[in-house]
């Protein structure tokens, strides 16, 4: 088991005051929410500092842990070991509301080390008064990311996720286990979609009703195409004489390869579009071709006495706005 | 073993009603976002309020920042706005710089 280093997740001191570690928390919590952090591991950095502030913000565990650190309780394989005998922390109950919230406030999500240091808290049991009584509450909802090709969303597709979902023994201990659901991926699944999976997420507690799977798609970026919502562009390169003279063009789609029509006199940089031909759905995606002049790389003795020819017989200035400037 | 389940698209098309929000939620909470416009509703004939499921997704994250941030409800109109802001421009500068590199590449 790996020690774990909260004031260094903190980026604090060991000799921080509360009000530091309270201070050092909030940033990081802004930094690193999921929902506001564009970072790719933002959800458990942010779960790192959860666990660490869980520790450092309570006097007892902060003590706890003071000793246990000063111990430097380390294995000969540079592993931590905690002294024989230890005694995982009473856990207190943290009262939390559901609504899937990203804070460990049940503490499912905090690393082996705490657990081994403070026990899992936030169980499932409410003290009231010298009895318990058994709470009766919806599984958590469990959220997850798939990935996908652009084809695979365009056409839609079977996708085998594997995920950790959570669980909950008769003795309200709480661990997770590996599951492996196969998905269809309606046609047209378009990037940021989220699909449910209802009563796939955690169980409920107490016979009540379990939480969903929540499956947010990312489209993975495609070589040819740029995908803004339900619309697809491509950039088509074309010679001189094409976009001089118009022409007809076979363009890959996502749907297979289509004809389309380039008219005389087009510019680099014109928009042709194709109505509904994007990423289909109510409505579907327009697709785009963005047109792109190319100068053909070679140029031989003839071909330049064909462009000075040109060159007499248009006498076109490109630069003629630039005249007037001072 | 690998089970096959229905995936269904949390779209405008799919909608709850305040019952099946308050599973999840705090029932005032939910209404101090209607409250403050962060979660839209739409009123169905018979009166009852229907919450579409991207009003429920908007209740989600406004909650989550609540909770984990200890932001304001009346600061969370603002913040989810600026953050949709943000997203919907982070999404097209990545666009934009794919079509440059395209434009530049060749």
Partial sequence: MEFRDYYKIMGVDAKATPDDIKKAYKKLARKYHPDVSKEPDAEQKFKDVGEAYEVLKDEDKRREYDQMRALGAMGPNGQFTPPPGWNPGGGSYREHATGGSFEGADTAGFSDFFETMFGRTGGFRHNHGEGQTRLRMRGEDVQAELALLLEEAFKGSDQVVELRVPKTDERGRRSNRLRKLKVKIPAGTADGTLLRMKGQGAPGIGGAEAGDLLLKIRLAEHPLYAVDGKDITLVAPLAPWEAALGCKLTMPTPAGKTRVTVPPGSQSGGKLRLPGNGLPGTPAGDFFIVLKVVMPPNITEKAKTLYAELERELAYNPRAAWEDLP | ?106
């Fill in chain 2, 1 to 106: 073993m690998t089970d096959s389940v229905h995936a269904e698209v949390l779209g405008d098309l799919v909608a709850f009603t305040l019952r099946d929000l308050c599973q999840v939620f705090d029932e005032n909470f939910v209404l101090q976002c209607v409250e403050h416009g962060i979660a839209p509703v739409t009123v169905q004939a018979g009166a009852e309020w229907m919450f579409p499921a991207t009003s429920v997704l908007r209740i989600r994250k406004a909650w989550r920042l609540h909770h984990d941030l200890d932001l304001h409800l009346g600061s969370l109109p603002l913040v989810l706005e600026l953050i949709d802001e943000r997203d919907h421009l982070y999404r097209e500068v990545i666009a934009l710089r794919k079509r440059l590199g395209q434009w530049e590449r060749d």
